[in-house]
């Protein structure tokens, strides 16, 4: 299968610092792009989805100034959590779709903690 | 907008037994439905999909049923070891929203050796 790549695994950062995470589809090129987070137990909640080379479309209730999401190339989209706060803190997951067929491949995700 | 519900939450069974994951889907119009297997601390794997052209599909232990008239799909894990254990997700694909998915809940199976 495709592969996915998310980078740092982990992150432990103080509140009102910026964080960024990379997405990377190792293996085939992405058309788009997506973003989830997940808290403990729960599902997965879409936060945006990203095509290469043009804005992310995010989802309701998804602040855009404070999740920043740059899709640079067809395998390379960055997530930068902004002034993160301790309500901030989550699995931060990202997938990469095939558009044929339209498969999506998640990263190994991110932990976010922020103090 | 489309939901997914998914059945049950939690589900334990002995090895060896079957595991039968429920979902249904309100928008007729998806088309597209994979599962996730999801393990502690990682990001989901695909496991198996579907098409709505298709009623079933198996691989190896794994299979999965679709039923466009009732817009249910299900899982269903045959032999199952101690190693499924994880959280389980369904999906359907929205085509009108650029294939997003949405998910269900979840289902954490237990396999008790």
């Known amino acids: 299968g495709a592969v996915v790549s998310q980078h740092p695994s982990r992150v432990i950062c103080k509140s009102g610092t910026s964080v960024k995470i990379e997405c990377r589809s190792l293996?085939?090129?992405?058309?788009?792009m997506f973003w989830y987070r997940q808290f403990p137990k729960q599902s997965l909640m879409l936060m945006a989805t990203s095509n290469e080379g043009s804005k992310a479309t995010y989802e309701q209730g998804v602040e855009k100034d404070k999740f920043l999401i740059n899709h640079a190339s067809l395998t390379l989209s960055t997530l930068t959590v902004t002034s993160a706060h301790p309500e901030d803190s989550s699995f931060y997951i990202c997938s990469a779709q095939n558009r044929l067929p339209e498969t999506q491949y998640f990263g190994p995700g991110t932990r976010l903690l922020v103090l | 907008g489309e939901n997914v519900e998914q059945h049950p939450s939690t589900l334990s069974v002995q090895e060896g037994d079957s595991a039968v994951i429920k979902c249904t889907y309100s928008?007729?119009?998806?088309?597209?439905f994979p599962w996730y297997k999801q393990e502690l601390g990682k990001g989901p794997q695909l496991i198996i999909d579907?098409?709505?052209?298709?009623g079933e599909k198996k691989d190896q232990r794994i299979a999965v049923t679709l039923n466009k008239t009732a817009k249910h799909f299900s899982l269903h894990i045959t032999e199952t070891q101690p190693e499924d254990s994880a959280v389980y997700f369904c999906a359907a694909s929205i085509p009108k929203s650029l294939d997003k998915y949405i998910f269900g809940t979840g289902t954490r199976l237990k396999v008790l050796a």
């Open positions: 579907i098409r709505s052209n298709v």
């Open positions: 928008d007729s119009a998806s088309n597209y």
């Open positions: 293996d085939f090129q992405a058309t788009t």
